[in-house]
């Protein structure tokens, strides 16, 4: 698999094509430069498809799509494996696999790593994370500027963050998956049932969430034995017509493991057995 190729392709279009601003990324007229060219019709049970005819590609995304962030990045994910999966002719991509982050679908991870950096250039949105405490309100404004889905930009936001900072996604009461920045060296306590410590799980139970972000104990999201007395920022937000809750984690002050004064080493935790139980870590 190749991450690092996705983001090079993606960033040298975007590089080729000067665009400068967010506003100046339009994912269709981008496909078009590349030999894309997208159409919308209805379609049931998939986002969005490729077919490659040569040099040319003809990528159909489905109408019924709502969300204009959504149907973007459907556009751009395919664009991806247009770019990156030449050996394909034909590749049909459902909602799941515009969020998958399953290991045995490199490709499609590919194509959303691509779709991420193509919509949201590393070089562009990094001049827009100001150097401030990490909330859902910028996220949401970013959401804005870039035209993104509020969960889209959540992760690319983590994941250019210098701040110690996560985004997780919950379902049904149960902790689905999370990305996070480079420094933020916990891990989540993902397939598990939220702890009531949590705002999200507060959102599950009927309750409204704050408008802030709020302190909660760091033992409710980070898994592992840490401090007790640990604090975690939380910043959740409900998406209700997906019945998930996106929350934004951050540390602003040191949470240690409880043996760490002991010098012994941190843990490694394996999360291939903590994804859901379909594979997925990153699902609506
Ligand atoms: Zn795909």
């Known amino acids: ?131 401030e405490a990490p909330n859902m309100v910028r996220v949401s404004e970013l959401s804005g500027e870039f035209g993104t889905t509020l969960t889209a930009t959540a992760i690319r936001y983590v994941q250019l963050s210098p701040e110690s900072c996560a985004v997780a996604v919950s379902k049904d009461c149960i902790l689905k998956w999370y990305k996070k920045s480079d420094s933020f060296s916990f891990h989540l306590k993902v397939g598990e049932k939220l702890s009531p410590d949590t705002y999200a799980f507060d959102s599950f139970d009927g309750s409204e969430l704050p408008a802030k972000r709020r302190s909660v104990p760091a033992t409710a999201w980070i898994a592992g034995v840490i401090d007790p007395d640990g604090e975690i920022i939380e910043h959740s937000i409900a998406l209700k017509s997906y019945g998930v809750v996106l929350s934004l984690l951050w540390i602003d002050k040191e949470i240690r493991y409880r043996f760490k004064e002991r010098d012994e080493e941190e843990p490694e935790f394996d999360l291939t057995d903590k994804f859901t139980s379909d594979g997925k870590r990153w699902q609506w």
């Open 1 to 131: 698999m190749s991450l690092l190729l996705a983001t090079v392709k993606a960033n040298t279009i975007i590089q080729s094509l000067q665009i400068r601003y967010p506003s100046e990324i339009n994912i269709r007229e981008i496909s078009m430069e590349c030999g894309a060219y997208v159409r919308e019709r209805k379609i049931d049970g998939a986002e969005a498809w490729l077919v490659r005819k040569g040099t040319k590609g003809i990528i159909t995304v489905n109408s019924g799509i709502q969300e204009p962030g959504r149907k973007c990045f459907a556009i751009a994910h395919e664009l991806g494996h247009f770019e990156l999966h030449s050996d394909s002719q034909l590749v049909v991509c459902s909602n799941e696999d515009m969020y998958a982050w399953n290991r045995s679908k490199e490709q499609e991870i590919e194509a959303n790593e691509f779709a991420s950096c193509i919509l949201m250039p590393e070089v562009i949105f990094s001049r827009y994370i100001k150097k």
